[in-house]
């Protein structure tokens, strides 16, 4: 069974740091992608990075591009997302999720495309 495990969230201020950990386990696809996406209330989800676990190419969505890096330990089968100056607009719930496939160019964080999810972490920035 997939089992994917957020952790790392909480509650900092404006322009403060937080790093978020994505555990994964029960999988061993050769080539896949492990995407980041979150989820303010009332707001519909949006997709916020991914990286290919074979070459390690990202993207990122423009709203955090220049303060967001992803990252991944394949050894560790651990994903990262590193959340930099961060804005009060960055507030909510934080999945990490795994497409099967290998990173998709034309459609990186196509929610319907990744097979499994995390629970979430919390991140709330206080402004």
């Known amino acids: 069974e997939v089992q994917l495990v957020e952790s790392g969230g909480g509650l900092v201020q404006a322009g403060g740091s937080l790093r978020l950990s994505c555990a994964a386990s029960?999988?061993?696809?050769?080539?896949?992608?492990i995407g980041w996406f979150r989820q303010a209330p009332g707001k519909e989800r949006e997709g916020v990075s991914c990286?290919?676990?074979?070459?390690?190419?990202?993207y990122y969505a423009d709203s955090v591009k220049g303060r967001f890096t992803i990252s991944s330990d394949n050894a560790k089968a651990t994903a990262y997302l590193q959340m930099d100056s961060l804005k009060p607009e960055d507030t909510a719930v934080y999945h990490c999720?795994?497409?099967?496939?290998?990173?998709?160019?034309?459609?990186?964080?196509?929610?319907?495309?990744?097979?499994?999810w995390g629970q979430g972490t919390q991140v709330t920035v206080s402004s």
């Open positions: 999720a795994v497409d099967k496939s290998p990173l998709r160019p034309l459609v990186p964080t196509d929610p319907l495309r990744y097979d499994f």
């Open positions: 990286i290919s676990s074979s070459d390690g190419s990202t």
């Open positions: 029960g999988f061993t696809f050769d080539d896949y992608t």
